[in-house]
């Protein structure tokens, strides 16, 4: 049994992935536009009012998933991802919170194929790339020191 117990880990790992995530999240939703040049509707905000009056009546489920990102999932994602770096790194309940943006970065994912978007910049996949980040700095935030014999 050693005198001095191991530290625990250092939290600055997650929390600087969970920084990469927010960056990432907002670049592809706010400032990289989803098509190159030349398209009206370049930009995320411009493109997702087509879908602002949401489903057909009578439309699958599958469509609701999709069409409900465009219309409000983007918000709770923005939402989720902006506390995320404050929730990562945390021992207490407020952890979990961090593991919206995880989901809201798949439901942007299910949006996006779901509108069959093509020839897009990388910008509509940045979304989906945070969240693998996130969930990759939540998973490090909680691993535990090493006990030596």
């Known amino acids: 049994m050693p005198l001095i117990d191991p530290a625990p880990p250092d939290r600055r790992p997650s929390t600087a992935l969970a920084v990469a995530a927010v960056l990432l999240t907002l670049t592809g939703l706010y ?10 509707d370049a930009k995320f905000l411009e493109f997702r009012q087509e879908y602002a009056h949401g489903a057909l009546p009578g439309s699958p ?5 999709w069409i409900s990102w465009f219309q409000y999932g983007y918000l709770v994602q923005s939402a989720a991802v ?3 770096p404050f929730t990562v790194a945390r021992h207490d309940r407020w952890h979990w919170l961090s593991l ?3 989901l ?3 439901w942007q ?3 996006v194929l779901g509108s069959t978007v093509f020839h897009t910049t990388p910008a509509p996949f ?3 790339l945070a969240g693998i980040l996130a969930l990759v700095a939540w998973l490090l935030a909680r691993r535990r020191a090493p006990r030596t014999a």
């Open 100 to 102: 919206l943006a995880v």
């Open 104 to 106: 809201t970065c798949g």
């Open 61 to 65: 489920w599958w469509d609701v998933v």
């Open 109 to 111: 994912l299910a949006g």
């Open 31 to 40: 400032l990289w536009p989803w098509w190159p040049s030349g398209f009206p």
């Open 126 to 128: 940045l979304g989906p």
């Open 82 to 84: 902006l506390v995320l």
